[in-house]
């Protein structure tokens, strides 16, 4: 199984961007799947998920401002980004947990946010 993330770029503060991850595999079968970021010099930051009953967790710094959703039919995880501000630059990374399974990563974008 392979993920592809995409939809990363420059954008100024305040603006909006949406990420995509595509799933070589159906995603029915993933307990787990989420976004997650690291900024340079800093640990990679878990920023929403989406478990296979609904459920979403959402970082205390994006909330209200991301939301993680999924699409069955094209088996594509996506993060709708508002309000961007200079903290949310980073390097997005998606990554799906299978039930028994290490987690599986997508190769990163990267999201720049500027004044």
């Known amino acids: 199984v392979q993920l592809q993330a995409s939809g990363g770029g420059l954008v100024h503060t305040g603006g909006s961007l949406k990420l995509s991850c595509e799933v070589s595999?159906?995603?029915?079968?993933?307990?787990?799947m989420g976004w997650y970021r690291q900024a340079p010099g800093k640990r990679r930051e878990e920023v929403a998920t989406?478990?296979?009953?609904?459920?979403?967790i959402y970082a205390d710094s994006v909330k209200g401002r991301f939301s993680v959703s999924r699409d069955y039919a094209k088996n594509t995880l996506y993060l709708q980004m508002n309000s961007l501000a200079f903290e949310d630059t980073a390097v997005y990374y998606c990554?799906?947990?299978?039930?028994?399974?290490?987690?599986?990563w997508g190769q990163g974008t990267q999201v720049t946010v500027s004044s």
């Open positions: 990554a799906a947990t299978y039930s028994g399974q290490p987690t599986k």
């Open positions: 595999a159906s995603i029915g079968d993933i307990n787990v």
């Open positions: 989406i478990t296979s009953q609904g459920r979403t």
